[in-house]
């Protein structure tokens, strides 16, 4: 394996990114060491771009892996909590954030529900529990709620998560609630206080209330 990942093939950290997502979802940390020390060691070509594969480690690690991986990915390989890469399909998939948005490892311990990794990521590692991209309002708490992620949701309405959105007219964590009919989240939100007639979209407005109705949640 160490030929392979000191080859020229690997300059763009491409093969090691395939390798270490693979060990990540299988849980195989120790593999997963190995692979990032060898390649992290491995300075051949340092100014080659580096492969999405690789960039993303942290953003798997956070949704399916480990405390123990994204701890080692954030204090020993230096991969940061508030980098933007591109949601991928199974993001996509899951709700919460559409096609050709952009995601930080925040947003994907929220899909998760991966608290504890959510919480290494803020307290340790510095992410913003608010953060969200320039051209869209999706915080971690709006994946959360998607994703009926209660564990998570939990913790960040714990620690003053904005419930509001950061866009006019944008939805709020409650109107994600609503459409994906995530009970649990729903009835944390409103247990937090929650604006429950906030409305969204500039032409038909809607609240939360409007959206539950539409699908016939009457547990609202």
Avoid: W
């Amino acid at each position: 394996m160490r030929r392979l990942l000191e080859s020229p093939e690997n300059a763009d950290k491409s093969i090691s990114g395939y390798l270490a997502t693979s060990a990540i979802r299988i849980g195989d940390f120790d593999r997963l060491k190995e692979i990032l020390n060898i390649t992290l060691n491995n300075n051949s070509n340092p100014g080659a771009s580096i492969a999405p594969s690789f960039r993303r480690l942290l953003h798997v690690a956070a949704e399916v892996g480990t405390l123990e991986m994204c701890t080692f990915l954030v204090n020993e390989a230096g991969f940061s909590a508030s980098n933007f890469e591109e949601a991928t399909v199974d993001s996509t998939s899951n709700g919460g954030v559409s096609a050709g948005c952009k995601e930080t490892p925040l947003h994907c311990a929220a899909r998760g529900n991966k608290a504890e990794n959510l919480a290494l990521l803020h307290e340790q590692a510095g992410g913003d529990l608010n953060v969200c991209e320039d051209s869209n309002s999706v915080m971690p708490l709006h994946v959360a709620v998607a994703a009926n992620s209660l564990e998570v949701v939990t913790y960040l309405l714990s620690k003053g998560a904005i419930t509001m959105s950061s866009v006019k007219f944008s939805s709020t964590p409650l109107h994600v609630a609503a459409e994906f009919n995530s009970v649990r989240c729903a009835e944390a939100l409103l247990a937090s206080n929650v604006l429950v007639d906030a409305l969204r979209g500039e032409r038909q407005r809607e609240t939360p209330l409007h959206l539950a109705s539409s699908q016939v949640n009457i547990k609202y």
